[in-house]
């Protein structure tokens, strides 16, 4: 299948939330329809979206009619359930595919992949009891974060090991649930490499961008990120690299530390990512345009950057800033029209347009 | 009332074509909700708003309700029926105002309001019969340009007379409704200024834009203009003026003719203008945005243009040339989500975008 979807089309996008958001506004300006699959009540994306399914990812009927009115099936996060993929894809292509979910559902799963690519990760081992917590400690060292295989995000899902006197609480911390030992790397900075592939095998990157995180969320992507030309070719080439491997179609978020011995790969998650939201002020295509095109079979666009960029996230309280974030000059405010501001709650973004300068 | 209207409220839009569209989608960027009404079958802004009417604008019942719905009243277009306004005044407020509604949608009080306010226009005459036909000539002289005072837009409702000997089928043309002779301007070429006023009073103006038409229809807007200096302070003091005296609120197209004289003002349009599309891609704050934030009250944004944009539409057999665009560098295409390509039909456009050279 290489001819694009024709105008007109209706992309069914599972998750209602930011992501799925400004997939669909930038669906929109490609002539497209979404229709948004999502359980909870009142999803952000359902606002600029032409149809909205609420409904659970267990409800076979609400899947097959959804599926049915659709003409391909993307996704704004990773842990969609297996079941309801396997009832999905008997109606209409997925992209990006199931071996792209797989591997990033689960953190061994998605370092194994990449170590087998040749790529470096952070020194890891496999959690599921008290013995393997004890092989782990060894193999990894402290300090050393574990986290859940499966399920984490913004920081949910760890524990930290400072020494190995922390383990059996890190431990108990997992519930039971199978983790993964992450031993620290030693790095300057934190990158990150929106890449997209389309249906045809092209590949394209966006300049990469330097990511800051606190409480394990991130804050700010600055564009252009520090790095190296011969860095930024690297980060370029493996993130192509993984993609290719898989086979793979849509726009794909590739974290990597700087460090003085090469580009590690932090992890990688199979969809647009926040610190690719730069990029609607920064390019005359953004990572959310990419995405659609990649999954509809258009060419993809040029990511080139015409503006410097520093992107913030608004989280939780953050919003208290709007009134001021109103008034700033060279400032685009992105709000995601969630009703209820949480603390931790990422709430919309503000990306401050400069001129370029390399 | 100056209190913003809250986030998560609903902007009601009368009119769901490509105008609609682009307000809908600026709106979600604040966290805005918008609900369409619009008489036609599956419009384009339909596809991004949280809820669409469809109705006619003589459905009492239909306006009631979706008043009832909506938190703050605007439109796309300035046709609207005085009756449908009636009804809808009774429940919300409507902005822009009804007098800049009255102004716009006649010729005659349109011109009679610039030359009111210092302003040069064209020069023109009445006509709503043979007898005012022949003192217009007189008065104007030819060649020039029998237009219908009212529901007139992308040339259509225009006769052109050459010499006197056209007027009589001119007349014809009008099929009796009330017009104005317009007689021609020796300009150098059009620009516009699209200039927003908020609820409190702020007023701010884009870059202006030079436009270029054929067979009355847009075709491109290069920003910047070629203006002088002092042409463009003329040109922004002009347009606030006019938004001023209106009590306006929301953004205004104003198109003037560029004169060794000084400028000509051409017509205003009391809504976002095509015109204003490069600013989707030029500036932190698009008009569409610049429109939402004057009707719900909240600040206006930093409309300076952080790059040079030539916007171009297309029109009809156009898109066949999507396919080239959509690997063009430097462009951003913007499709509007119409079904049926017709000759003559705005089918979408494309901002290129260059560095800023001044």
Redesign the interface.
């Known amino acids: 299948m290489t001819d694009p979807l024709p105008?007109?089309s209706t992309i069914g996008i599972l998750g209602g939330g930011q992501l799925g958001?400004m997939l669909?506004?930038a669906a929109?300006?490609?002539?497209?329809?979404?229709h948004i699959f999502e359980p909870g009540a009142n999803p952000p994306a359902?606002?600029?979206?032409?149809a909205l399914t609420t409904a659970a990812y267990d409800d076979t009927a609400a899947l097959t009619a959804f599926a049915e009115q659709v003409d391909v099936i993307t996704y704004e996060f990773e842990n969609i359930p297996t079941t309801a993929l396997d009832i999905l894809e008997t109606h209409r292509q997925i992209h990006p595919n199931r071996e792209a979910l797989r591997i990033s559902q689960d953190r061994l799963t998605e370092k194994t992949f990449l170590q087998g690519l040749g790529l470096s990760t952070a020194p890891f081992a496999n959690v599921e009891n008290a013995q393997d917590m004890d092989a782990a400690v060894n193999a990894v060292g402290t300090p050393a974060i574990l986290k859940t295989r499966r399920f984490g995000y913004d920081g949910k899902g760890q524990a930290r090991l400072n020494t190995t006197d922390d383990a059996a609480a890190a431990l108990a911390d997992m519930a039971g649930a199978p983790a993964l030992l992450e031993g620290f790397v030693s790095f300057s900075h934190e990158v990150s490499v929106i890449a997209a592939r389309n249906l045809q095998g092209e590949v394209a990157c966006f300049d990469p961008g330097e990511n800051v995180h606190s409480d394990g969320i991130l804050r700010t992507t600055t564009v252009p990120a520090r790095l190296t030309a011969s860095q930024r070719m690297d980060a370029v080439l493996l993130a192509a690299r993984i993609l290719n491997e898989l086979d793979y179609v849509g726009v794909m978020g590739v974290e990597l530390f700087v460090t003085t011995s090469g580009l590690i790969v932090n992890e990688i998650a199979p969809r647009v990512h926040n610190s690719g939201h730069w990029t609607q002020?920064g390019c005359?295509?953004d990572q959310f345009e990419q995405h659609i095109?990649a999954v509809t079979g258009?060419?993809l666009?040029?990511g080139?950057r015409?503006?410097d960029v520093v992107m913030e996230n608004l989280i939780g309280e953050d919003m208290d800033r709007v009134?001021d974030l109103?008034?700033?000059?060279?400032?685009?405010?992105?709000?995601?029209?969630?009703?209820e501001t949480k603390s931790g709650r990422k709430m919309?973004h503000v990306?401050v347009?400069k001129?370029?300068t390399e």
């Open positions: 105008l007109g958001r669909s506004v929109s300006r490609l002539g497209y329809r979404t359902g606002h600029v979206a032409d002020n005359a295509v095109r258009l060419p666009g040029d080139q015409h503006s009134p109103l008034r700033a000059p060279e400032t685009a405010l992105h709000l995601y029209g969630k009703t919309g990306n347009i001129a370029r």
